[in-house]
């Protein structure tokens, strides 16, 4: 009869997590945090350009321009969430937010009403060029974009 014999290996990892030395949690955190505060301007003039693209969109002239259109005006707004999310701007995502949602509640044999594009487009736009301690005008552009996705996602467009 034979007999297995195993002997546990250590991988480098665990050695290296064991072993005295590095960086704690909160320092690393803070870390982060700096790095990515220099990152933010970027962060604005990316979500600038999307909602300047989202500005752009016409309305579709034909029913065969429809699906393109609203997939840019999506690709915008999902662009505005990328960029915006990392630096904690829930404002400017809950408002891209919005506008993904009225787009995905609309059906797609229906053409949407272009003035919530409009809107949402300014409202991003309007968030943009406030001041960073206006956060009651903040919430009453994000209740007013609550209340033109409720009527429209149950009215169906």
Not at 14 to 34: F, H, I, K
Not at 53 to 59: N, S, V, Y
Not at 74 to 86: C, L, N, T
Not at 133 to 157: F, H, P
């Amino acid at each position: 009869m034979s007999v297995v014999t195993w002997t546990p290996r250590k991988s480098r990892l665990s050695q290296l997590v064991d072993s005295p030395g590095g960086v704690s949690v909160g320092a690393a955190l803070a870390a982060a945090r700096e790095h990515l505060a220099a990152l933010e301007p970027r962060s604005l003039e990316i979500v600038a350009d999307h909602v300047a693209k989202l500005k752009a969109l016409a309305p579709p002239a034909a029913e065969i321009e429809i699906a393109s259109r609203l997939e840019a005006a999506y690709q915008a707004a999902s662009g505005v969430i990328d960029a915006a999310g990392p630096f904690e701007r829930r404002d400017l995502c809950a408002a891209a937010t919005s506008l993904c949602d009225v787009i995905d509640a609309t059906p797609s044999d229906t053409t949407i009403d272009w003035r919530i594009i409009r809107v949402h487009a300014r409202a991003l736009e309007l968030m943009l060029i406030l001041p960073s301690d206006a956060v009651v005008e903040r919430e009453k552009v994000l209740n007013g974009l609550a209340e033109v996705r409720a009527r429209k996602v149950q009215s169906g467009g």
